[in-house]
């Protein structure tokens, strides 16, 4: 089952859906191949580009929830810092093991990136909107320059 995104996770209308949307699209690629097999180069090449992305797309959140003044961005930043950990016990899992993974790895994987995206925006993300609702269009330009 591919991960659908919808209206209801919308944020800020820019920049911050924009990423979500790529991050989805990226985990249902990581889906894809695990749906085909068990090789192992192609899923960690896709994770570890998950791995990069994320790290700027956090950035780009928490460079929004500055701005906002958003008061909880002290935590959401943690958050944040446990889903890169997450992805790198999977690389380093992965990495480490001689074997492909099988075919019951593959299945709590695919549930374990379903979680991780649609369960940050929903528990985490979605506590944002109220704050970046009305921001000046200027403060969602600028996110378009954060960088890793
Ligand atoms: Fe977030």
């Given at each position: 089952m591919l991960i659908v995104w919808k209206a209801e996770f919308v944020i800020d209308d820019g920049?911050?859906?924009?990423?979500?949307?790529?991050?989805?699209?990226?985990?249902?690629?990581?889906?894809?191949?695990l749906n085909r097999g068990t090789d192992n180069g192609a899923f960690l090449y896709s994770i570890r580009e998950l791995r990069?992305?994320?790290?700027?797309?956090?950035?780009?959140?928490?460079?929004?929830?500055?701005?906002a003044a958003y008061p909880d961005r002290a935590q959401h930043r943690?958050?944040?810092?446990?889903?890169?950990?997450?992805?790198?016990a999977i690389i380093h899992q992965i990495d480490s093991s001689p074997r492909d993974h099988s075919v019951e790895d593959s299945a709590a994987l695919k549930h374990f990136f379903y979680r991780w995206i649609l369960g940050h925006i929903i528990d985490c993300d979605l506590k944002?909107?109220?704050?970046?609702v009305g921001l000046d269009t200027s403060a969602e330009r600028s996110l378009q320059h954060v960088a890793a």
């Open positions: 920049i911050i859906d924009d990423d979500h949307k790529f991050l989805v699209s990226t985990l249902n690629q990581i889906i894809s191949t990069d992305f994320a790290i700027v797309h956090f950035r780009r959140e928490e460079r929004l929830q500055e701005i943690c958050e944040h810092g446990v889903l890169v950990e997450q992805l790198d944002i909107r109220p704050f970046v």
